[in-house]
C-alpha cells in the first residue's frame, strides 16, 4: 500500500506536537531562530552563499519606507525558496462565504442589535480553511484598509496543504479545541484561553488535535496588531510584553508530493502546488512574526470608589489607524475580576457608541446578559445601536442596593472586537439558523422606575438644606 504524505510525516516525528515546546518572549522585539546552530549569516542578511547552502528570502509587512519604529520584516533562510510553485488558480469549489471587500453587493447594512448562537461543528469532514466564515466588517483589503470577522467550525487537521492570507493579518480566538499551528517561523500550541496573531504573508497549518473545534478571527487590513499606551496607567498593566510568546525555528525536509498552497487573495481563494513542504525554514531573523498571547496573564485595571470603567481599560491589542485614539480595531478582554465600586451600578452601562462592537464568550457567563449570551455565541452591535444590561442583569443589581460589598466575577472570558468602522453584516450570518431572534426581547421587560413624587422630596430636602444658609438660597432663586 503506498504511504501518503502524512503517513511519512508520522514516521519522521513529525505528525505531532512535544508538549514542550520552547518559544521566545517579547513583543516587537528583533528576535533570531536556528534550528541548526550556524545556520544565520553573520554580519549581513544575503551573502552570495548562505551556511549550509540555505536560500535567502525576506518577507515584508510593511513598506520599505515605513519610519523604522514601525518597520516589520523578516528574513528566512530555508532549503528552497516559497517562489518554487506552479501557476496559481482559482480554488475549486469556490469558498462562497469569506468576504474581504464589503459593499452592496455581498452585505447588508443592518442597525438592528444582533446575537447568534453557538454554531453547531459540521458533521461531514471540514478542516480550518473550508470551516471559516465571515460574519461582518468594513473596507477593503484592495484599497488596504478595514477590517473583516469571521468564525470558524472544523473537526479535521489539514491535509498536505498550508494557508497563506495575502489580505491581512489574523487574530484567531479558539473557543473549542487546541490548535497546533506549524508555521514559517516554527510551530504554536493554541489553546481555548489563548489568541495567536498570524501575521499577513505568512504560510501555516492547522492541526486539531482534540478534533470538534470553534472560534473567533479577527482580520485587519493594511495595519497590524501594536500594544495600547498606557497613559497614565504608567509603565506596568494590561497585557506585558514578556508574556507574548513566538516560535523557535523548526523545519522538516520530506518530499511533499502535491503539497498546495491555498491563498486568500481579495477574498478568494487560490490553489498553486509545489513538490516540497513551506515549513523548510532551517534558521530566522526579524520583528515581523506569528505570536500567541495567554490571556490568563492579562492584569486588568478597575474603578476602586464609583462608576463603571470604559472597556477601553482592558484593551490586550489595538490596530491602529491615522487619526490619534481611534482604533481600526481594538481586541479587548473581560476577564476574572473584583467590583468594588460604591453607590455604582456595577455591570456595564447602558450606551450607544460611535464605535461598533461584536463579542464572543469563551467560556462561563458575561456579566451584562444573564441568559442567552453563550460559550461560542456572538453578538454585533452596530455604530450608534443602544445595548446594555438585558433585563435580569438590571433588576438583579437594583436588588442587591447599595449594600452590596466587593464581588469577584470568575470564570469567565468574553471579548469584544471594536471598531470605528461600521459593519456590514453578511447575508448568511443574518439567515443563520443559530441566529437569535428574539435578542431584543432580553430588553422589553425593563420598566419604568421613574417617580414624580420621589423627586418632589428630594427637591424640598434640597431646598431645606439650602435654606439654612441663606445667601445661597438667595443666589439659587436669583
Known amino acids: 500500500m503506498e504511504k501518503t504524505a502524512v503517513d511519512v510525516l508520522k514516521a519522521h516525528g513529525l505528525g505531532t506536537f512535544p508538549d514542550n515546546l520552547e518559544y521566545q518572549s517579547g513583543f516587537g522585539n528583533d528576535f533570531s531562530s536556528e534550528a541548526i546552530a550556524g545556520a544565520l ?95 461582518c466588517g468594513a ?19 489539514m491535509d498536505n496543504c498550508a494557508f497563506c ?43 486539531l488535535p482534540d478534533g470538534p473545534s470553534r472560534g473567533y478571527v479577527a482580520e485587519v487590513f493594511g495595519t497590524h496588531f501594536q500594544l495600547p499606551d498606557l497613559g497614565p496607567i504608567g509603565a506596568n498593566g494590561l497585557a506585558a510584553s514578556r508574556d507574548f510568546l513566538t516560535p523557535t525555528a523548526w523545519y522538516e525536509e520530506v518530499p511533499r508530493p502535491g503539497f498546495t498552497i491555498v491563498q486568500k487573495f481579495g477574498g478568494e481563494l487560490f490553489n498553486a502546488r509545489q513538490d516540497f513542504s513551506p515549513f523548510n525554514v532551517v534558521a530566522w531573523h526579524g520583528n515581523y512574526v506569528p505570536y500567541k498571547y495567554d490571556l490568563s496573564k492579562f492584569c486588568p485595571y478597575n474603578t476602586v470608589l464609583v462608576d463603571h470603567g470604559d472597556p477601553s481599560i482592558n484593551t490586550v491589542l489595538t490596530a491602529p489607524t491615522d487619526k490619534p485614539g481611534v482604533a481600526l480595531l481594538d481586541f479587548v478582554i473581560f476577564p476574572p475580576r473584583w467590583l468594588v465600586a460604591e453607590h455604582t451600578f456595577r455591570p456595564p452601562y447602558y450606551h450607544r457608541n460611535c464605535m461598533s462592537e461584536f463579542m464572543g464568550l469563551i467560556h462561563g457567563g458575561y456579566e451584562a446578559k444573564a441568559d442567552g449570551f453563550l460559550p461560542g455565541g456572538a453578538s454585533l452591535h452596530s455604530c450608534m445601536t443602544p445595548h446594555g444590561p438585558d433585563t435580569k442583569t438590571y433588576e438583579a443589581t437594583i436588588a442587591r442596593g447599595n449594600e452590596a460589598g466587593p ?46 413624587e420621589k423627586m418632589e422630596v428630594k427637591t424640598k430636602d434640597l431646598l431645606n438644606g439650602l435654606d439654612e444658609n441663606g445667601s445661597e438660597h438667595q443666589s439659587h432663586h436669583a
Not at 533562510?77 to 469549489?93: A, D, G, L, M, Q
Not at 469558498?95 to 444582533?114: G, I, M
Not at 477593503?140 to 487537521?157: D, E, P, Q, V, W
Not at 484567531?172 to 489568541?195: A, D, F, N, Y
Request: contains cysteine; glycine residues 6%.
Open 41 to 135: 549569516p553573520r554580519g549581513q542578511n544575503s551573502p552570495l552563499i548562505c551556511p549550509f547552502g540555505l536560500y535567502a528570502e525576506q518577507i515584508s509587512g510593511t513598506s520599505f519606507t515605513s519610519p523604522r519604529k514601525l518597520n516589520q520584516r523578516s528574513w528566512l533562510y530555508r532549503i528552497k525558496p516559497s517562489v518554487t510553485h506552479e501557476p496559481f488558480w482559482p480554488r475549486e469549489p469556490s469558498h462562497k462565504k469569506l468576504v474581504s471587500e464589503f459593499d452592496r453587493s455581498n452585505t447588508v447594512a443592518n442597525p438592528t442589535q444582533l446575537r447568534w448562537k453557538p454554531v453547531d461543528i459540521p458533521d461531514s469532514p471540514t478542516d480550518f480553511i473550508d470551516g471559516l466564515y465571515t460574519i
Open 139 to 157: 473596507g477593503s483589503s484592495f484599497l488596504r484598509h478595514g477590517y473583516a470577522i469571521h468564525m470558524y467550525t472544523a473537526n479535521k487537521s
Open 165 to 207: 492570507n495575502a489580505d491581512g493579518d489574523f487574530l484567531v480566538v479558539p473557543q473549542q479545541g487546541r490548535l497546533w499551528i506549524t508555521t514559517e517561523c516554527g510551530r504554536l500550541q493554541v489553546s481555548p484561553g489563548e489568541i495567536v496573531v498570524l501575521p499577513q504573508g505568512f504560510r501555516f497549518v492547522v492541526d
Open 407 to 452: 464581588h469577584r466575577i470568575t470564570d469567565t472570558m468574553a471579548f469584544m472586537f471594536e471598531s470605528c468602522l461600521m459593519p456590514r453584516t453578511c447575508p448568511w450570518a443574518l439567515e443563520s439558523p443559530f441566529r437569535d431572534h428574539d435578542y431584543y426581547q432580553c430588553w422589553i421587560g425593563l420598566k419604568s422606575h421613574f417617580s414624580c
